[in-house]
């Protein structure tokens, strides 16, 4: 069965830092591109970040610019996403899904991320 | 980045179609054949319904279909069933392998 599944959420203060993982099975996600689309409380769906296939070139939203790091561990079939300088307005569920034809095809079930002191 | 522009509500009763707009600019919506649209019911993730403006994905019911005009991208679902009750988002390639989500459009099935 092709899955994704994310873990890592958690309640951390503002400021802080925070890891999310993203484990592929059913399918080597080496082919695919990867982003991570988050979904705060109540609100509407933003794309946060992508990767390519060997992980060499990455993108990400402006407000996420210079406080998240994407990246891939192809041996380990695994995403993550380094957050860091967490503010109140980063508290979403955070999706990894897998990308082709620039449509979101893969979702994994999420993990909610909570900034709060 | 502003999002892509999406009415808040719409409805229909059961058999009847129903269309969801999604309108950008000439950057995203109007300059690229890459526009998505998902299912999400609550508590869920997101489920590709449509992409490349037209396109579905294997499973999708034929009741789905997607069309693009200019800047506006529009789902429309005919035969409306009580499971279609759900949010759908449009999502839009925007360039330098970035992305722009619609802010959601809540169906509801009368």
């Known amino acids: 069965e092709v899955q994704l599944v994310e873990s890592g959420g958690g309640l951390v203060q503002p400021g802080g830092s925070l890891r999310l993982s993203c484990a592929a099975s059913?399918?080597?996600?080496?082919?695919?591109?990867m982003h991570w689309v988050r979904q705060a409380p109540g609100k509407g769906l933003v794309w946060v970040s992508r990767i390519n296939g060997d992980g060499s070139s990455t993108t990400y939203a402006h407000s996420v610019k210079g406080r998240f790091t994407i990246s891939r561990d192809i041996a380990k079939n695994t995403l993550y996403l380094q957050m860091t300088g967490l503010r109140a307005e980063d508290t979403a569920v955070y999706y990894c899904?897998?990308?082709?034809?620039?449509?979101?095809?893969?979702w994994g079930q999420g993990t909610m991320v909570t900034v709060s002191s | 980045q502003s999002a892509l522009t999406q009415p808040p509500s719409a409805s229909g009763s059961p058999g009847q179609s129903v269309s969801i707009s999604c309108t950008g600019t000439?950057?995203?919506?109007?300059?690229?054949?890459?526009v998505s649209w998902y299912q999400q019911h609550p508590g869920k993730a997101p489920k590709l319904m449509i992409y490349e403006v037209t396109k579905r994905p294997s499973g999708v019911p034929d009741r789905f279909s997607a069309s693009k005009s200019g800047n506006t991208a529009s789902l429309t679902v005919s035969g409306l069933q009580a499971e279609d009750e759900a949010d759908y988002y449009c999502?839009?390639?925007?360039?330098?392998?970035?992305?722009?989500f619609g802010g959601g459009t809540k169906l509801t099935v009368l």
């Open positions: 059913g399918f080597t996600s080496r082919s695919y591109w």
């Open positions: 000439s950057s995203d919506v109007g300059g690229f054949n890459s």
């Open positions: 999502s839009s390639y925007a360039g330098d392998d970035t992305w722009l």
């Open positions: 899904a897998t990308g082709d034809s620039h449509a979101f095809v893969i």
